[in-house]
Every structure is written in C-alpha cells, then in structure tokens.
C-alpha cells in the first residue's frame, strides 16, 4: 500500500461519517488517461475532501510555504502535491502541472486560487485554461457543497467532463475556457445546492 493509499483511507474514515460526504457523478470520472478536475474553493480541507471522494488518486499544487514547515512538507508531498509559489506566474509549477496530465494522471485544481471567504463562486483565474489547452486531459468540474459542520451533509458533484475540441479549434484564449469551466461549476453548484 502507497502512503497516498493509507493517507486517503485514513482520511476518509474520518471524514465521510463526521461531514456525511456524499459523492455524486462518479459515473462521469474517467477511469484513465489525464484528467484536469476543476472545484470551486469553500474550505481548507477541499483538497482531502476532493480527493478521497474521486476514484483515482489526485495530484494538487500546494502553497510552496507547507512544503517548508518540517514532517507536514514531507506528508504533502508524499500526497502527491507539488510547491507553487503563489502570487507570480511560476513557470516550474507550471511545467510540474503539465508533466502529471502528460503522464496520464489526474490534476486537481481550485481555479479561484483560493477559498472563498463567502462561499459563493468567485472569478476563476486563467491557470485552468491554460492547463485545459495545453493538454488532452479531459476537463471534469467539480462542485463542493457545504457546509462543513459536524454531520451535516456536504455533497461532492463530479460533472461530465467538458468538451474542449471547438474552443481548441476557435483558438480560445485560457481565460476564456476559464470562463467555461466556471459556468460548469455554477452549474452544478446551482443544480445540486
């Protein structure tokens, strides 16, 4: 068993029951080949919640200041997170992001680039775009529903992955498939709230 395995089976058998996680569109994941899962940001454990929900292992970037703080750094690495320093395009993060959907992996991202103090979906910034257009990885969004307290339901929605042919064609700009992601999101924040 990898420590990724463990870390999530771990997490999972305390976190399904304390939050009653639900995970709905599970049909919808690809079961191989790169994928790029895009979620809305709501809370600090988004990430674990995200990812022990969905049927294939997740890698995510992470603040480059956690890799630092000693034992946790090595944990989150060890989770499949990479550093990106965050506030400037940092083209090593970029390069990593790229290399995991080459590699066939699946690739969590929050587009907002960080959590929403209101809980409402914010602007999500170019990066998904980028990583969408850059790749062949199929585009899922995904919709975290709180809230996150003790044994009240919080609901995890896996949409269908999104068809990015014409917007590759057409030339989109990654702010532009940004923008489409997000309407996907909202959809299914809207759908299943």
């Not at 990593?96 to 959907?101: R, S, W």
């Not at 959590?115 to 979906?121: A, F, P, Q, V, Y």
Request: one cysteine or more; proline letters at 7%.
């Amino acid at each position: 068993m990898t420590f990724y395995s463990f870390a999530k089976s771990v997490i999972y058998a305390i976190f399904k029951p304390w939050y009653r996680i639900e995970a709905l569109g599970l049909e919808h994941f690809p079961m191989e080949g790169p994928v790029l899962l895009c979620a809305n940001h709501i809370h600090n454990f988004d990430p674990m919640v995200v990812g022990i929900m969905a049927p294939r292992p997740v890698h995510y970037m992470a603040k480059e200041e956690l890799f630092n703080v000693p034992i946790l750094g090595n944990i989150v690495r060890k989770c499949n997170a990479f550093p990106v320093k965050r506030g400037f395009g940092d083209r090593e993060a970029l390069r990593t992001g790229l290399k995991v959907l080459k590699e066939g992996h699946v690739f969590g991202l929050f587009p907002e680039g960080h959590r929403s103090k209101t809980g409402e979906l914010g602007k999500g910034l170019a990066g998904a775009g980028f990583f969408a257009l850059r790749s062949n990885a199929s585009v899922v969004p995904c919709a975290v529903i709180g809230p996150y307290k003790s044994f009240k339901k919080l609901k995890v929605i896996y949409g269908k992955p999104i068809p990015m042919e014409k917007m590759k064609q057409e030339k989109a700009s990654a702010e532009e498939v940004t923008e489409l992601i997000m309407e996907e999101i909202h959809k299914l924040i809207k759908e299943h709230r």
